[in-house]
């Protein structure tokens, strides 16, 4: 198997583990020299181990549990027939449907199995779990008529220091322009940082800030010149609200 000069398609797999030996090994060895594809391999693992904290734990309605537990009792008294597992099947059908892992891919997936788990966790329980504090917060960002297939997701840390933001379907720019996250706060803009996105629109940017990310009120991405300006002046993309 050849790669391109990055692997960016195979981080979200990679992340989750769902990879085979050779491709696992490969992409193992060219994270070892390339710095562009650490930095996203580890805005793909911040996403995928703040999703499922994200989730507040519900109690599902008496009738939904007593059908779930008889199920699973049913389940244990009949042999399992041998064929491949639920995890190798989830995979092999999003290969089939996208080779190109992308944001909204890894969100779905991600989000699904830690609904599936913390559901797991209740009817073991019977009903018995107290509700936890949400660990993780994920702020999911609107689009504008200047990028409307764009999407965007900023994940909180637990105490609302510091955040990730990623992004997919934005528009690539020229080597002269490049996008800008503004944090708002009482009116004021102040710069969270620039990036740029590949040629299929995903693009990550570990937040910046002279304050912690919680203190303020709204977000939003302008298309600035490249390095970033003091001020917005370009079309705004992406916006949502802290």
């Known amino acids: 198997m050849v790669l391109e000069e990055h692997v960016t398609d195979l981080l979200p797999a990679y992340a989750l583990g769902c990879l085979d030996e050779d491709e696992a090994g490969l992409v193992t060895a060219h994270l070892a020299v390339c710095p562009v594809c650490s930095a996203e391999l580890r805005s793909y693992q911040a996403v995928s181990e703040a999703l ?10 008496p ?34 449907i996208s080779p190109a892992w992308g944001l909204a891919s890894l969100v779905l997936i991600v989000a699904l199995l830690a609904s599936n788990l913390l559901l797991l966790q209740q009817v073991s329980r019977l009903g018995a779990a107290t509700p936890q504090p949400v660990a993780a917060r994920i702020v999911t960002m609107q689009n504008t ?3 409307p297939d764009a999407t965007g997701v900023l994940v909180l840390s637990k105490n609302g220091e510091y955040g990730t933001l990623m992004v997919d379907h934005l528009p ?19 710069s969270g940082g620039v990036f740029s996105v590949n040629w299929d629109g995903y693009g990550s940017l570990e937040v910046t800030s002279p304050e912690w990310l919680a203190n303020y009120s709204a977000l939003g991405i302008t298309i600035e010149p490249t ?6 002046t370009g079309a705004k993309v992406l916006g949502g609200n802290l």
């Open 145 to 147: 008529e200047a990028a």
């Open 52 to 61: 499922p904290l994200a989730i507040s734990i519900t109690e599902p309605p």
């Open 172 to 190: 690539p720019l020229g080597q002269d322009q490049q996008y800008q996250l503004w944090l708002i706060k009482d009116g004021k803009r102040t």
């Open 63 to 96: 009738a939904i549990k007593q059908r779930l537990m008889t199920q699973i009792q049913q389940a244990r008294m009949t042999p399992a027939p041998s064929q491949p597992t639920w995890w190798r099947r989830l995979e092999q059908g999003f290969r089939r």
């Open 227 to 232: 390095g970033g300006s003091p001020g917005p």
